[in-house]
């Protein structure tokens, strides 16, 4: 079992910027992807960014160039950066862990842009 415990939420206006930590403990295995996943109103869950062990990334074309995701291995913990936030990145943001048989989820945490 992996557990998954995100932070950095919030409100924030309008070209802002917010930083998603996601901290995993349990079974973690050596190899494995970490990243984010968001869920807005009335949508399905989308790709924001992963990163593997190895520290190669894979982001969603929207996201890039304003969204950067980085993880520190020895403290089994993926990070989001998260600039010039728009209203249309107002989601629920949930932490991924990919090991090498399966997968877990965060809760999530809530973004919120507003205008």
């Known amino acids: 079992q992996v557990q998954l415990v995100e932070s950095g939420g919030g409100l924030v206006q309008v070209g802002g910027s917010l930083r998603l930590s996601c901290a995993a403990s349990?079974?973690?295995?050596?190899?494995?992807?970490m990243g984010w996943y968001r869920q807005a109103p009335g949508k399905q869950r989308e790709l924001v960014a992963t990163i593997h062990t190895t520290g190669s990334t894979n982001y969603a074309d929207s996201m890039k160039g304003r969204f950067t995701i980085s993880r520190d291995n020895a403290k089994n913990t993926v990070y989001l950066q998260m600039n010039s936030l728009k209203p249309e990145d107002t989601a629920v943001y949930y932490c991924?862990?990919?090991?090498?048989?399966?997968?877990?989820w965060g809760q999530g945490t809530q973004v919120t842009v507003s205008s």
């Open positions: 991924y862990y990919g090991g090498a048989y399966t997968n877990y």
């Open positions: 349990g079974s973690i295995g050596s190899i494995n992807t």
